[in-house]
């Protein structure tokens, strides 16, 4: 019995150390981009896209933001609306405007926009 026993647990081990050894193969679904805020046009005027440059020497990217675009402002979520005020502010003080930046999450494959985060400090 108490070989059985031993043999049965033997097996345990060995199958749970042979999954441990198993990977698993991540799929990278989201890309982002940091940039100042001064570089980043958020969407407006009818226009359902952010635009910006990637680097000094890129083209201006357009990526459109959908119903799902979720908008962000010193870490609270706000709506579109909101997000365009606050902004407006941050703007009217250099200062803080040099200071603030903001965060593009985009989907790989549809290139819309998943979020967008700004932040002007405290």
Known sequence: MSRSIAAVLASLTLAVAGSAH????????????????????????????????????????????????????NGRVVTLVELLAAVDEVRQRPADEA???????????TEDVN???VHAGD
Do not use: I, W
């Open 22 to 73: 198993a990977f698993r193969v991540m799929e990278k679904v989201e890309g982002s981009v940091e940039l100042a805020l001064r570089e980043l046009a958020l969407p407006s005027g009818g226009r359902a896209a952010v635009m910006y440059r990637p680097c000094a020497a890129c083209p201006l990217k357009m990526q459109s933001v959908t119903a799902r675009t979720t908008y962000y402002f």
């Open 115 to 117: 979020r967008v985060r």
């Open 99 to 109: 200071r603030a930046v903001a965060f593009v999450h985009y989907d790989l494959n």
